[in-house]
Nanobody, 125 residues
Framework: QGQLVESGGGLVQTGDSLKLSCAPS????????MGWFRQAPGKDRAFVGS????????RYADSVKGRFVISGDSATNTVYLQMNSLEPEDTGVYYC??????????????????WGQGTQVTVSS
């Protein structure tokens, strides 16, 4: 971990919005897709969403569909996570990741070669 750097986390209230950003920490590398995962207190890290650089296609976990939007810039490997209508259940550490696989499930941790250290998001009720 540490090849990517996340920012934008913080403490917000239910219904608020927050935008996370992620960019390489300094080294350059070529990837095919980037994604976001989150780890809630006491739970395993879980897939939130991803974006493919060639297709531009996005994919989301059911729990965030319609509320979260992923966008980014493939030229700089910068990815954003716009989070709207936040709920207490969205609380957790959010991790950015990047992968190079040609095919396979981008919804699993094993598909990603590069990771950030994470940024805390806390949603109060």
């Amino acid at each position: 971990q540490g090849q990517l750097v996340e920012s934008g986390g913080g403490l917000v209230q239910t219904g608020d919005s927050l935008k996370l950003s992620c960019a390489p920490s300094g080294r350059t590398f070529s990837v095919r897709y980037m994604g976001w995962f989150r780890q809630a207190p006491g739970k395993d890290r879980a897939f939130v969403g991803s974006i493919g650089w060639t297709s531009g296609r996005t994919r989301y976990a059911d729990s965030v569909k319609g509320r979260f939007v992923i966008s980014g810039d493939s030229a700089t490997n910068t990815v954003y996570l716009q989070m709207n209508s936040l709920e207490p259940e969205d609380t957790g550490v959010y991790y950015c990741a990047a992968g190079t696989r040609v095919w396979g499930d981008v919804g699993i941790e094993g598909a990603y070669a590069y990771w950030g250290q994470g940024t805390q998001v806390t949603v109060s009720s």
